[in-house]
């Protein structure tokens, strides 16, 4: 391996000397199989790299980033826990980080003026940090992901998105602090007042500006327990009325979670009703839906926050007069009353689910997008009502977000309007020839992207993918001019994050 790497780095650079910090990398790295760094789960692409370095602290992401900057090719690529979809962690290559290996320290409680954090290392796994916070302090960050089997870097350099984002903003409004490597091989402490704009760039920076090797995450007391609930409509202009209405309460008034999703007017396992009910004491009669419902359904998952020692009676007040302001159809509601940490790991038991039946690791062409307020009613009509009436194979999520709650400063582009929609079409489907081929669903939300273009819709793509620099100056808009000077000012030869093939390393 390490004269692999010795070869690469000088034989096909004959112009670079040799220089200390290539042959500290190579004396002081452990490495891991290229094999982990060539897949993602999205399983539609596919790499080589040079190489899969372990980096165990800041100064080992600064040395290998220096190391790359020392040549006139190699480019760097953090990987968090691999879980994109179109080989954004990726380096063919180049020189693939480990983030994994930090994932251990730092993990430190402080407070900042009054309000708890913690410091956790980019390379933690949500899930880590949910645990130790609970079991060492009984505070949790306030902002999550439905999944967290995803790593703090990872998803800070997108946004983090879940039922509680409506309230604290993505989990990129909830930190307060970072620690970034650049693509000089400089670490910097930023924040809002010190080093601010790269504090900015970074999040939802797509790894473009800097390797995040720590995180200050905000926190508050954690729950207890959670009621747990779903409740069905038939018309979808009920249906963003009422989630409207949710997340627009003020702190205290209302849910704590709000989410849903579109499944099919049918009985379909894997797309229909069967797929409503949280758990297998539960069922869905469909006698009480009105003969009017059309092709598919909406469920609204809500959930509310109670300590151990409420009353069921107030719990019971607090959600009846919640729910007696909404107009699903009555006689369907489901709820269960979970622990919150079964709450927050409630995919985790999905993934067992789907490992067992083997599509954990089939290809996963997913599609996850922001929708403006102001199209949602014809994406329902184009898209749910029709394209996707049969279902994914999977969830449909679509619930509405606060623009408010997002900072413009950061990267993440998102719609213009107040209020808009994430939808996310989590194709959960065997792989082929048993399932349909993966081109085809690709190709699928191909047209999906192109009717929201050809119809005006104010959109953007979450988590990103395209392969033109035309079609990433269309995602950023009027942002686009800003992201490429943080491009210049912080990674000015392009060696970080290649696989969003925004940019291309410079010599
Ligand atoms: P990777 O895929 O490894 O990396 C993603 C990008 O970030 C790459 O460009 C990489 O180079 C860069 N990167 C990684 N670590 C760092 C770092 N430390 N510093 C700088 N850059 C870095 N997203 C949501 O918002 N909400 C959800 O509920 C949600 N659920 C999901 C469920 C599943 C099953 C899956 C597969 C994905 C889900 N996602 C969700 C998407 C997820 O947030 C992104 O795919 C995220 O990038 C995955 O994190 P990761 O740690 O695996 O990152």
């Not at 107040?418 to 993966?438: D, E, S, V």
Request: proline residues 6%.
């Amino acid at each position: 391996m390490i004269a692999y790497l010795e070869h690469f780095v000088h034989g096909n650079d004959t112009e670079s000397p040799p220089n200390d910090d290539v042959s500290s990398l190579q004396s002081s790295f452990h490495f891991a199989p290229n094999s982990i760094a060539s897949k993602d789960f999205g399983g539609m692409k596919s790499s080589t790299p040079l190489a899969v370095l372990r980096p165990y602290t800041t100064a080992d992401v600064v040395k290998a980033v220096k190391a790359a900057a020392t040549t006139t090719n190699l480019t760097v690529a953090a990987r968090g826990n691999g879980h994109s979809i179109n080989g954004q962690a990726m380096a063919e290559k180049g020189l693939v980080l480990d983030m994994r290996a930090t994932a251990e320290e730092p993990f430190q409680l402080l407070y900042v003026d009054g309000v708890p954090h913690v410091d956790v290392s980019g390379g933690a796994l949500w899930e880590e940090v949910l645990k130790r916070c609970v079991s060492n302090f009984k505070l949790v960050p306030r902002s999550w992901t439905d999944y967290l089997g995803l790593t703090v870097g990872g998803t800070l350099s997108n946004a983090g998105v879940s039922g509680q984002t409506f309230r604290y903003g993505p989990q990129t409004a909830n930190v307060t602090e970072l620690e970034v490597v650049t693509g000089k091989g400089d670490s910097f402490v930023c924040n809002e007042n010190q080093n601010s704009e790269l504090f900015f760039a970074s999040l939802g920076g797509l790894g473009q500006f800097g390797v995040i090797t720590r995180a200050r995450i905000v926190l508050q007391q954690a729950p207890d327990m959670v009621r747990w609930m779903r409740v069905i409509y038939s018309e979808f202009e009920d249906y963003t009325k009422d989630a409207e209405w949710l997340v627009t309460l003020p702190e205290g008034d209302g849910f704590d979670y709000v989410e849903g999703f579109v499944v099919a007017n049918n009985d379909d396992p894997c797309n229909g009703w069967p797929t409503i009910p949280m758990g297998s004491n539960q069922i869905f009669n469909p006698v009480c839906l009105p003969s009017s419902a059309g092709p598919v359904l909406y469920c609204l998952e809500l959930a509310l926050h109670y300590r151990k020692t409420a009353r069921s009676s107030e719990v019971n007040t607090k959600v009846d007069r919640l729910l007696g302001g909404l107009r699903f159809v009555e006689g369907i509601k489901f709820e269960d009353d979970v622990k919150y940490m079964d709450f927050l790991l409630r995919v985790k038991r999905v993934e067992e689910d789907a490992k067992a039946k083997g599509i954990w690791d089939a290809p996963h062409p997913w599609l996850n997008m922001f929708v403006s307020k102001t199209d949602i009613a014809d994406f329902d009509r184009e898209v749910f009502k029709k394209i996707l009436k049969h279902g994914v194979g999977g969830p449909i999520l679509v619930y509405p977000l606060l623009r408010s709650k997002w900072d413009d400063r950061h990267s993440v582009v998102v719609p213009d309007s107040n209020i808009f929609y994430i939808i996310a079409l989590l194709r959960f489907i065997p792989p082929p020839p048993k399932g349909p081929p993966t081109d085809k669903l690709v190709a699928q939300n191909n047209a999906i992207i192109q009717l929201c273009y050809n119809k005006g819709f104010d959109f953007k793509l979450y988590l990103p993918h395209y392969t033109s620099q035309e079609n990433w100056m269309r995602h950023f808009g009027d942002k686009w001019t800003r992201f490429v000077q943080r491009k210049q000012n912080f990674d000015p030869l392009a060696i970080l994050a290649p696989g969003q093939k925004i940019f291309s390393r410079n010599q």
